[in-house]
């Protein structure tokens, strides 16, 4: 009874902490209030970190299409969540020993965007904002997007532009093969990436982004990703452009 207590006095606070932050870091979404943070100290930009798209891929959507997250009344977007299971080590001979590249605890949790849109404030700020939505690289196989060199704020506090990034599922979980598996459940990923593009165009204005001027940027990987995307669906793209960095 003690612990009840104490678990629900924790979640009203922390309901009531975000009831207190400015009005332009809360912002309603199809995936529920999303509460965001100011992510540097100008207060310039906004930092919406770790919004759900996708129900968590777990249970009977372990090797299933992405489902559309169901809404909730509070999500915190202060912080990083993991990216898809992986094998990833840092040999003191490789390039990524020296480069800021970690990998912030994967975990099934994976289907979560992060946001870098201009505040209010900033001198800059228009009506609606260009987007771009970054897809990152590393050969599906390891990754996330919470590699330091994909932060958004520089982008958002020097330019009118709106940053997504986000996480899919990869290797096995992302790209399931066998001859046995129904062609609609493969190549899981890519239909993340799908409704994480879905997600954006549905609710980017809500953070000052116009959904007609998206761009979808990708690295390595994520090029090649871009690459088929921009074919895969003709008839309803969703994008306004799509440009490729160093694809595989």
């Known amino acids: 009874m003690h612990l009840f207590l104490i678990l629900y006095a924790f979640g009203s606070n922390v309901a009531a902490l975000a009831s207190f932050r400015p009005p332009e870091l809360r912002v309603t979404t199809s995936s529920g209030l999303v509460n965001g943070i100011y992510n540097n100290s100008a207060r310039t930009v906004r930092g919406f970190i770790g919004i759900p798209y996708a129900e968590p891929p777990i249970q009977e959507l372990r090797w299933a299409p992405p489902r559309p997250k169901s ?15 992986q094998v990833h080590t840092y040999s003191n001979e490789s ?5 800021p590249y970690k990998i912030w605890n994967p975990g099934d949790m994976s289907v979560y965007m992060n946001i870098w849109a201009p505040s209010v404030k900033h001198p800059d700020h228009k009506e609606l ?56 459940k493969q190549n899981l990923g890519l239909l993340d990436q799908r409704l994480a593009i879905v997600w954006v165009h549905q609710n980017i204005a809500r953070f000052g982004g116009d959904q007609n001027r998206i761009l979808l940027l990708g690295q390595s990987a994520g090029a090649a ?12 793209p969703l994008v306004s452009a799509v440009a490729l960095e160093s694809p595989l």
């Open 71 to 85: 809404p909730r009344s509070h999500i915190d977007a202060s912080s990083f969540r993991s990216p898809c299971p």
């Open 95 to 99: 390039i990524w020993s020296v480069l």
């Open 225 to 236: 990703s871009a690459d088929i995307y921009s074919y895969a669906y003709p008839d309803d």
């Open 129 to 184: 904002h260009a987007v771009m939505m970054f897809i990152h690289g590393r050969c599906y196989d390891p990754g996330g997007s919470s590699v330091a060199y994909y932060d958004g704020t520089d982008l958002v506090q020097n330019h009118d532009v709106i940053v997504v990034t986000f996480n899919h599922r990869l290797n096995v979980f992302g790209f399931p093969n066998s001859p046995d598996i129904d062609p609609s």
